[in-house]
């Protein structure tokens, strides 16, 4: 499985700036896909994730409302829509997947850099 993710930058608080991640290397049928975030000095965490199959979303708090996670099966991509974001969103973003059933990420994109400056 490679996943390869790009769309990030620089923007203002307030802004938006949408995210994408490639998935390649098998079908993603009965799998999940999600988005990760690594700021400077801090633990990596979970942003959001969506199934394959179903679409169905989960979010993290503190982006419910104004981060969307989507995927188009047919381009095996998953997008992240940010809206209104703000100097704490800044950080390394990281696509990831595993199948369904299992405990943890087993595949990791390189991450894509989003800096949001106030």
């Known amino acids: 499985v490679q996943l390869q993710a790009s769309g990030g930058g620089l923007v203002q608080a307030g802004g938006s700036l949408g995210l994408s991640c490639a998935a390649s290397?098998?079908?993603?049928?009965?799998?999940?896909l999600g988005w990760f975030r690594q700021a400077p000095g801090k633990e990596r965490d979970f942003v959001a994730h969506?199934?394959?199959?179903?679409?169905?979303?989960n979010y993290a708090d503190s982006v419910k409302g104004r981060f969307t996670i989507s995927r188009d099966n047919a381009k095996n991509t998953v997008y992240l829509q940010m809206n209104s974001l703000k100097p704490e969103d800044t950080a390394v973003y990281y696509c990831a997947a595993r199948p369904t059933g299992a405990r943890v990420y087993n595949y990791w994109g390189q991450g894509t850099q989003v800096t949001v400056s106030s």
């Open positions: 969506i199934t394959w199959n179903l679409g169905s979303t």
């Open positions: 290397g098998r079908t993603f049928n009965n799998w999940m």
